[in-house]
């Protein structure tokens, strides 16, 4: 698999047992104290252990890589496009997610290393609202398969920065349009992609970009390393950017209430003739990343693109953004995706395990209270409920010694953290048809 900048990879088609999140059989850890914001102390983060949502999953296991996947931190790449051969697309056909939904919620961690970096949160099967700082709201998901698209209104830059974008008429005096019509905006498809780290827009916006730039910064816009402070950085204009709101039918989970309450959606601001419209802002934190090595910030705002444009990693980023693919909606919620925090907090994740034996024995026999009321019908039936569960207790222990001895013969397995992103990209990309097992 070759990438436009130059990177590829070699690997061969491998299928092995893997599921995502947490270590081998026992709950979730992090490190620090283990209690919530009472001070009481918790016996675990996760009681789910991970590998309930165990399935076969279909990789790619390289044997060689070039260009950035040798100089940067991630040296794989994660498929979530909705094509069969994505990751969660995968998980669902297996059964180990209830729906083709997935969730991802990026925060910017101070320091990185392939030990593993805080990178936020993925949620698979559906979103985590506790990690919502404001209501979710819903764009229109433009494509039917492969990439995710939205249809942008407007692309405004707002003096002075700022991370929300909830509106005030204060800030209304603070925009700046940059003045391109819709046609302009989505000549070529607007598609979201995690895989791809920066943001990169069409030509057609850099002219008007960089002028409004000069006018509200004094500097020109470029991608040349800037000597700046935090402070600094966080008053640098924020990119608000505005894409059409999902108009199908209502699915029951849209906030109520009057939209000029709701951070991410236009209101009756001017930004857009359609109050439920979706709005988004990047502040300068986000498209502005941090050189370490030279003490500079470099700009990761790009309008070079010939056609279509790439809100990328740095754009999502502050939002857990909710890919629900069979209803064609794309999802943003303002967030700081701090899932460590909030594991710490309240002590449990959102994951449902499969039920226990036990308690559902438990309801059979309370529902035979009712149904079966002679003392010979009820032995009779408590016989084939423990038959029953003499054969599922068997299938288990059989299920457990196959896994087991797949693990021995192939000797590796897949993990990924729900905490972490660890050495592993999370990308939008995949092949429309199956590789064959060797891919290049």
């Known amino acids: 698999m070759s990438y436009a900048e130059g990177s590829s ?3 061969y088609e491998a299928i092995d047992l893997c599921y995502a999140g947490g270590p081998h059989d026992v709950p979730l850890d992090v490190d620090g104290p283990m209690t919530n914001t009472e001070n009481i102390a918790l016996d675990h983060t996760d009681p789910v252990d991970a590998s309930q949502f165990a399935f076969e999953l279909a990789f790619g296991c390289q044997v060689s890589i070039t260009g950035l996947f040798i100089t940067q931190l991630a040296d794989g790449i994660m498929g979530m496009e909705n094509e069969k051969t994505a990751f969660w697309k995968q998980m669902h056909l297996k059964n180990a997610i209830p729906r083709p ?4 919620c990026f ?18 099967g559906g979103v985590d609202p506790r990690l919502h700082s404001s209501p979710m709201v819903f764009a229109k998901n433009v494509k039917g398969s492969g990439f995710y698209a939205v249809h942008l209104k407007a692309v405004y830059l707002r003096e002075g920065g700022g ?5 005030t008429p204060v800030d209304m005096g603070r925009i700046h349009n940059l003045g391109l019509s819709e046609s302009q905006l989505n000549d070529g498809n607007v598609i979201v992609d995690s895989g791809t780290t920066d943001t990169y827009f069409s030509s057609v916006l850099s002219a008007p970009f960089k002028k409004a730039w000069k006018e509200l910064t004094g500097m020109d816009y470029n991608h040349n ?22 108009d199908g039918n209502a699915v029951g989970d849209e906030p109520d209430g009057d939209p000029n309450d709701i951070a991410n959606y236009v209101g009756t601001t001017n930004l857009s003739e359609n109050p439920r419209d979706v709005v988004i802002a990047i502040p300068a934190a986000h498209y502005m990343e941090y050189d370490a090595d030279k003490n500079k910030y470099v700009p990761r705002f790009y309008t070079e693109e010939s056609s279509g444009s790439v809100l990328g990693a740095n754009a999502m980023m502050g939002h857990d953004v909710y890919f629900d693919i069979g209803r064609g909606r794309i ?18 994740s959102i994951s449902k395990p499969a039920r226990d034996l036990p308690s559902v024995a438990a309801e059979i026999l309370d529902d035979m209270k009712h149904e079966c009321s002679s003392t010979a019908c009820r032995g009779l039936m408590g016989l084939f409920i423990l038959g029953g569960m003499a054969i599922i207790v068997a299938g288990i222990r059989m299920t457990l010694a196959r896994r087991r001895a797949l693990e021995q013969s192939q000797g590796a397995g897949l993990e990924i953290s729900g905490l972490e992103f660890d050495s592993d990209s999370v990308d939008g990309g995949g092949d429309d048809e199956r590789p064959m097992p060797q891919i290049t």
Do not use: H, K
Request: hydrophobic share 45%; with cysteine.
């Open 9 to 11: 990879w070699t690997a």
């Open 101 to 104: 939904e997935f969730s991802l």
């Open 107 to 124: 925060t910017r961690s101070n320091e990185s290393g392939r030990d593993a970096s805080a990178a936020g949160a993925m949620t698979l």
């Open 163 to 167: 991370v929300s974008a909830q509106m």
């Open 225 to 246: 390393p800037l000597a700046l402070s935090a402070e600094e950085v966080d008053a640098l204009p924020s990119i608000i950017l505005v894409m059409s709101g999902f």
């Open 331 to 348: 999802g943003f919620a303002e967030s700081n995706c701090d899932y460590e925090a909030l594991l710490l907090s309240e002590g449990v």
